[in-house]
């Protein structure tokens, strides 16, 4: 049998594992870390087809993301920098990327984030 750490963890040679007697619903993990991003104040699309990052002019924040996971669940935060305040936040419940993040036309960069404030919703 393999040694096993007070915290739970069980070696073996190079690699571990963690043993988790709680469910996978209240485990929150980090998936990306970006030191800077930028929030840009955000035209209406010009056509029908989606939005341009060329048409994005106006940097209104500074920043990091974190983006992490609970379950199904996916939250994406704009933290500021020094204070690690949060500016904003996308929850993506149960997997429904495809309504809450989407790609720009001329760019794989950049991409809109639907931001919920309350009852309203907005771009960011």
């Not at 929150?28 to 930028?38: G, I, S």
Request: charge should be positive.
């Amino acid at each position: 049998m393999e040694p096993l750490h007070p915290l739970g963890y069980r070696f073996k040679k190079r690699s571990f594992r963690l043993l988790v007697s709680m469910d996978d619903e209240d485990l929150e993990y980090t998936l990306l870390n970006k030191r800077e991003v930028m929030v840009y104040q955000i035209p209406p699309a010009s056509s029908s087809a989606g939005h341009k990052a060329d048409d994005w002019k106006k940097c209104i924040w500074r920043g990091r993301l974190r983006m992490a996971g609970r379950g199904r669940d996916l939250t994406i935060k704009l933290l500021d920098n020094s204070s690690g305040n949060l500016f904003a936040q996308c929850v993506i419940p149960g997997g429904d990327h495809a309504s809450y993040v989407e790609r720009v036309l001329d760019s794989s960069r950049y991409f809109v984030l639907k931001i919920t404030n309350g009852d309203r919703w907005g771009p960011a």
